[in-house]
């Protein structure tokens, strides 16, 4: 039955499915410690960053609160650890926005 060669085909999109994960929104309160996915407005690509609880999720300096949070991995004990750094505001990656490809 298989010719040894696969077949593409178009699924449809599933970007109205609910999604099962909890999305935070700049100046809301970390309940959480752990690695957070951020999503950007248009200007850079998702990334990861460490938040610790009880500090407020941070805005981006570039496209301040156009930002929102998925937490990817808790992490509880890190806010066990002496050294504590809080991250107040997401840099803005310009490096990321050149994706230019010569064919």
């Known amino acids: 039955m298989s010719d040894g060669k696969r077949k593409l085909r178009l699924i449809k999109s599933q970007h109205n499915m609910p999604k099962n994960t909890k999305q ?20 850079r690509l998702p990334h990861e960053v460490t938040l610790l609880r009880d500090q407020l999720f941070p805005k981006c300096v570039k496209c301040e609160n156009l930002v929102y949070f998925e937490l990817v991995r808790s992490a509880p004990d890190i806010t066990l650890a002496p050294f504590k750094v809080a991250l107040y505001a997401l840099p803005a990656n310009d490096e990321e926005e050149d994706f230019t490809i010569a064919l």
């Open 24 to 43: 935070f929104r700049c100046g809301d309160k970390i309940l959480e410690s752990g690695i957070y996915r951020v999503y950007h407005g248009d200007h």
